[in-house]
């Protein structure tokens, strides 16, 4: 099997993940120097936009990034003809099935790498041509699916050929290790990254994350067919009351009007619609894009090293180490 940093082109087999309005040209450049996969998430973005970060991008790095396509977005065929224009090196999708996109960006050489949530979407995309695939569990930030990375990580694996990069609740060496133990190539980091020194993301959502605890995030939406995790604040209560009363959808979207903006530019920690994993508890300071990468791998190896410590005396797993 082909390895996830030779499709990536990378030093570190890690992606950063696409947070709408926040992963622009300043994150996705300093990922990528730092040996991960920097990503520009062009989710309710314009084909313009697109194309400016993408310059800026390569104006900051000479290594590989990507682009996430939110196949929800209106103008998804647009924001294509930019990415194969730029020949941008990889591209993640979310929120839908990118199938009838592939073959076109694999003719313009790019890697796909489709994020999924669920074992029957990794199967068609790996038949449509994707690279790799990244399994996304429900302790991720943003719009989710049901099953955990731990339960999704290892079917997604039995079930495809490509690479396997996990995603949802890894934001240290322990997740990473995690993650390939359950037979990950590679993973995909969200919510550490939105407090890196080189996130643009406003103050004040930086600390809610830091501030977070395990119990702090809650999936609204759910009555509206997509669900998202976000942090547990008085826009994310008003929401769940809402959803409770059975209100209409419109009414649910319209108290979400603007609230994104609010949380990234504001830094609105009441108002805003704050999208965090489950795992921003764990995230206690603001680091360089660079550092949480080598961090982060350095205690994996750390552990890797160490892993006869499972079948040794003491260890909680095998119990009095026979
Ligand atoms: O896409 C994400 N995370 C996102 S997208 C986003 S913007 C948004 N905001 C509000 C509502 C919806 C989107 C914020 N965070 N992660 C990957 C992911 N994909 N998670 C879940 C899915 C998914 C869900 C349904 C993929 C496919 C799908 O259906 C496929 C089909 O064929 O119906």
């Not at 074992?119 to 690279?131: C, F, K, N, Q």
């Not at 996304?136 to 955990?148: M, N, R, V, Y």
Request: charged share 25%; net charge negative.
């Amino acid at each position: 099997m082909i390895n996830v940093c030779e499709i990536l082109g990378t030093r570190y087999p890690i992606i950063q993940g696409a947070m709408a309005r926040i992963a622009e040209c300043n994150l996705a450049a300093a990922v990528s120097n730092g040996g991960g996969l920097g990503i520009i998430a062009s989710g309710g973005e314009s084909a313009d936009w697109l194309r400016q970060q993408i310059q800026k991008t390569r104006e900051m790095t000479d290594q590989p990034f990507g682009v996430n396509l939110m196949l929800l977005a209106p103008n998804v065929e647009e924001l294509i003809e930019v990415i194969c224009e730029e020949r941008v090196p990889v591209v993640t999708t979310g929120a839908g099935n990118p199938g009838k996109y592939i073959a076109k960006m694999k003719e313009h050489g790019i890697k796909v790498v489709p994020v999924v949530a669920n074992v029957a979407l990794a199967m068609r995309v790996e038949r449509a041509g994707a690279d790799a695939v990244v399994a996304e569990g429900t302790e991720a930030g943003g719009h989710i699916g049901e099953t955990t990375t731990m339960a999704l990580v290892p079917q997604i694996a039995d079930a495809v050929k490509i690479p396997v990069i996990a995603a949802g609740g890894i934001a240290d060496g322990r997740g990473v290790a995690a993650a390939y133990m359950l037979g990950a190539k590679g993973i995909q980091v969200g919510t550490r990254f939105l407090v890196a020194k080189e996130c643009i993301v406003a103050q004040g959502y930086k600390d809610a994350i830091l501030k977070a605890k395990d119990s702090s995030t809650v999936a609204t939406g759910r009555s509206t067919g997509h669900p998202v995790r976000v942090i547990k604040n008085k826009l994310a209560r008003e929401i769940l009351s809402l959803e409770k009363k059975n209100e209409d959808v419109e009414k649910i979207n319209e108290l979400c009007t603007g609230t994104l903006a609010a949380a990234v530019r504001d830094g609105d920690a009441d108002h805003g619609n704050i999208m965090s994993g489950q795992i921003a508890g764990l995230v206690k300071k603001e680091q360089s894009a660079a550092e949480i990468i080598q961090e982060m791998f350095k205690e994996a190896e750390e552990i890797y090293e160490d892993r006869n410590h499972i079948c040794r005396a003491g260890s909680s797993i095998s119990g009095n180490g026979k």
